[in-house]
């Protein structure tokens, strides 16, 4: 697709234009800098169509409408291997998603007998600071835990001094990216620790900019759940790790879970940063058949907006794979249920 293909384009310069801008080494406005090299602003031509690959991607494009901000989504049947994807191949804020990428790091280690889950660490606990004002934030070490322990915190409870103990555990973003280009997961970068990234939120809105740092595609975070659940990289037992605590995850009560049915198992796991809310998982149905699938989206006016967009896409996924033969075109799913 054209608009693809641009913003590829605009992304892959984006990465390599440091000496030409400043903004553009970080991140790319999706209007006012493609306005500044290019001389047109990067919107559909008219004759753009969408072409999409099924009649479930069609109705996912339409409950996916970004015209209120970006929304990518990404979803893989694991037992036929049908794939969907809305601006699966955009990068997008993983905020916490990113604690799926860093557990199954550690998790690699204890596997290779470099690290275990009965090692202890501190807790990173951030001090305030002004934003921006140093290259990372400051911390201070808190109460020792046990990894386990750790990494139950930072997948249920979405802790932030749990994932940066463990982050400095396995060597710092750098080990987390050379695990996923092991893994083969391309579009996944994780440029700062958790304190640093949430004391800077705020410097873009991620409804009309691309900011390339902590940033990942849906597509790819379909491929990274895919190989944890499918036990591609990790043991038995570390995989269990995980997918048990992702079973467990106690925030995002209004997203993915919301609106499925009650015996559907959800694992999980969530992620908000400014204007921006997310969640990624894997659906199991009670036949065994299994969804990965990862919602990003930005904009829409609200976090309860976005919140109901993610249910409402995950249900229509959820529908779409494993009742193919009913018409979703124009499911339309209510408010979801209180939570967090």
């Keep these: ?58 109705q996912i494009a339409s409950l996916a409408d970004g015209s209120n901000g970006r929304i990518g989504v990404a979803a893989v049947d694991l037992s036929t291997g049908q794939r969907i994807s809305v601006l699966g191949d955009q990068p997008f ?75 400095a555990a396995v060597g710092g973003v750098d080990a987390v990216n050379a695990w996923a280009r092991r893994a083969q997961i391309e579009e996944f970068r994780l440029t700062r620790d958790i304190a640093t990234l949430v004391r800077d939120d705020g410097e873009f809105d991620p409804a009309v900019h691309i900011d390339l740092r902590d940033s990942s595609t849906p597509a790819a975070m379909v491929e990274l ?41 959800v694992a999980h796991k969530t992620g908000s940063l400014n204007n921006t809310s997310s969640d990624i998982g894997i659906l199991t149905a009670p036949d065994g058949r299994s969804i990965a699938v990862a919602i990003y989206v930005t904009g829409q006016g609200s976090r309860s907006n976005r919140e109901a967009r993610i249910a409402s896409i995950a249900r229509a996924i959820y529908d779409g794979y494993t009742q193919p033969s009913r018409h979703y075109a124009n499911a339309e799913y209510g408010e979801s249920a209180p939570g967090t």
């Design 1 to 58: 697709m054209r608009l693809k293909l641009a913003v590829k384009f605009l992304t892959a310069i984006a990465m390599v234009a440091a000496p030409l801008s400043p903004a553009l080494a970080d991140g790319v406005d999706l209007e006012s800098n493609f306005d500044s090299y290019f001389g047109t602003e990067l919107r559909a031509p008219r004759d753009y169509s969408p072409q999409y690959a099924n009649p479930l991607e069609q």
């Design 93 to 167: 804020p993983m905020a916490s998603t990113s604690k799926i990428a860093i557990a199954a790091t550690y998790l690699d280690m204890v596997d290779q007998g470099k690290l275990s889950l009965s090692s202890e660490f501190p807790l990173m606990l951030a001090v305030r600071s002004t934003p921006f004002s140093t290259a990372a934030a400051p911390v201070r070490q808190g109460q020792y835990m046990p990894a386990i322990e750790l990494i139950d915190l930072m997948i249920t409870r979405s802790s932030n001094p749990a994932t940066d103990a463990l982050l």
């Design 225 to 265: 759940l895919s190989g944890i659940y499918q036990g591609r990289w990790l043991t038995p037992a570390s995989r269990s790790v995980i997918i048990d605590a992702m079973e467990r995850c106690r925030t995002g009560t209004r997203r993915i879970p919301a609106l499925m049915p009650q015996d559907v198992t």
